[in-house]
């Protein structure tokens, strides 16, 4: 009877022990293929950039290569659907982000729940929005501009990348905090936009910093602060929002997200591997120059970022009764 129990326990504990075993085993040999990091903007934007500068170095450190999809259409939609219906295994991944935590509440019948169905891995980098101004207007500072657009109701045009953007959001975020009537003017993405704006048809607009930063820095652009909580290493001298706005802040971040299900052996690894390439300097000068800052951290953070993100903005969507195009 005794030898027949401590056989029964030790076939027990070796069942308890195999698939520790077995997915310890799965973290160290992933990945033993190319991960496909799907990017759900145009080649050539800040999304598909900072893909590119994240995925040479992951390579490195992963062993394997990662290779960028481009998935563009519906805001990100498509994309992020690509990586929701992907296995969970850890070699779909998805470089989510500020649209992400905004159509959840813009769009009413997404095929997908985002915070439900892509589990965090980590986030990568925090990015100011700059309110400029075309030269011509008349202010030099945020209580000038805030006076001037009081001044002058429904007579001042913001401009978009377009409607239910991360740019339309921060002016609608702005407006709704300073009490001004600005007229949102939606362009399809920043380079219409931005043109128009130096050539006067717009007077004002809230860009992603690395789509503005050097016609603000040749003077083609009028910079009057950047909508982050801290200033900007980018751009040291110039105030942020919040000083003149209290409260405000409208950054965008990027990070990096999975199909919901993938192993928590690979989401950690994933995230230890991340974090060290956000910990390189190399790597960290090159998003300083992208006026962006990296955010180190848990895959939990990153998941307690995303929520924040989706409630804040889903207030300013609704305030605004704002329609996706």
């Given at each position: 009877?005794?030898s027949t129990?401590?056989?029964?326990?030790?076939?027990t504990s070796?069942?308890?022990?195999?698939?520790?075993?077995?997915r310890?085993?799965?973290?160290?040999?992933y990945?033993?293929?190319?991960?496909?990091?799907?990017?759900?903007f145009?080649?050539?934007?800040?999304?598909?950039?900072?893909?590119?500068?994240?995925?040479?170095a992951?390579?490195?450190?992963?062993g394997?290569?990662?290779?960028?999809?481009?998935?563009?259409?519906?805001?990100s939609?498509?994309?992020?659907?690509?990586v929701?219906?992907?296995?969970?295994?850890?070699?779909?991944?998805?470089?989510?982000g500020t649209?992400n935590?905004?159509n959840?509440?813009?769009?009413?019948?997404?095929p997908?729940n985002?915070?439900?169905?892509?589990?965090?891995?980590?986030a990568?980098?925090?990015?100011?929005?700059?309110?400029?101004?075309?030269p011509?207007?008349?202010?030099?500072?945020?209580?000038?501009?805030?006076?001037y657009?009081?001044?002058?109701?429904g007579k001042?045009?913001?401009?978009?990348?377009?409607?239910?953007?991360?740019?339309?959001?921060a002016?609608?975020?702005?407006?709704?905090?300073?009490?001004?009537?600005?007229?949102?003017?939606?362009?399809?993405?920043?380079a219409?936009?931005?043109?128009?704006l130096?050539?006067?048809q717009?007077?004002?607009?809230?860009?992603?910093m690395?789509a503005?930063i050097e016609?603000?820095?040749?003077?083609?652009?009028?910079?009057?602060?950047?909508?982050?909580?801290?200033?900007s290493?980018?751009?040291p001298?110039?105030?942020?929002?919040?000083?003149?706005v209290?409260g405000y802040?409208?950054?965008?971040?990027?990070?990096?997200?999975?199909?919901?299900?993938?192993?928590?052996?690979?989401?950690e690894?994933?995230?230890?591997?991340?974090?060290?390439?956000l910990?390189?300097p190399?790597?960290?000068?090159?998003?300083?120059?992208?006026?962006?800052?990296?955010l180190?951290g848990?895959?939990?953070?990153?998941g307690k970022?995303?929520?924040?993100e989706?409630?804040?903005?889903?207030?300013?969507?609704?305030a605004?009764?704002i329609k996706?195009?």
């Open positions: 009877m005794k129990r401590r056989t029964f326990l030790h076939l070796g069942a308890v022990v195999l698939p520790a075993v077995s310890i085993a799965r973290a160290e040999t990945p033993t293929r190319p991960v496909h990091l799907i990017v759900a145009a080649a050539g934007g800040t999304n598909d950039t900072v893909a590119r500068l994240l995925g040479q992951l390579s490195e450190r992963l394997q290569r990662l290779v960028i999809e481009n998935r563009t259409g519906a805001g939609n498509i994309g992020t659907e690509v929701v219906r992907a296995p969970p295994d850890g070699y779909t991944l998805l470089m989510a649209p935590a905004i959840a509440t813009l769009y009413d019948k997404l997908f985002f915070i439900r169905d892509i589990a965090p891995v980590a990568i980098l925090s990015m100011p929005d700059v309110m400029e101004v075309n011509s207007l008349p202010v030099s500072t945020i209580p000038e501009f805030i006076a657009a009081r001044a002058n109701p001042v045009a913001m401009a978009s990348a377009g409607t239910g953007g991360a740019t339309h959001l002016g609608e975020l702005f407006k709704a905090m300073t009490g001004i009537n600005l007229v949102h003017v939606p362009y399809r993405g920043d219409p936009a931005l043109v128009d130096m050539g006067g717009v007077q004002v607009m809230f860009d992603l690395p503005s016609y603000i820095k040749t003077g083609k652009l009028r910079a009057l602060g950047v909508t982050s909580v801290a200033r290493e980018a751009l001298d110039l105030p942020t929002v919040g000083e003149f209290p802040e409208a950054s965008a971040w990027l990070g990096v997200g999975a199909p919901a299900k993938t192993p928590v052996e690979i989401i690894k994933l995230n230890r591997e991340i974090n060290a390439v910990s390189d190399k790597f960290k000068a090159r998003l300083t120059d992208l006026g962006a800052s990296v180190p848990s895959s939990a953070e990153f970022l995303i929520a924040d989706t409630g804040k903005w889903g207030k300013v969507v609704r605004a009764n996706p195009e």
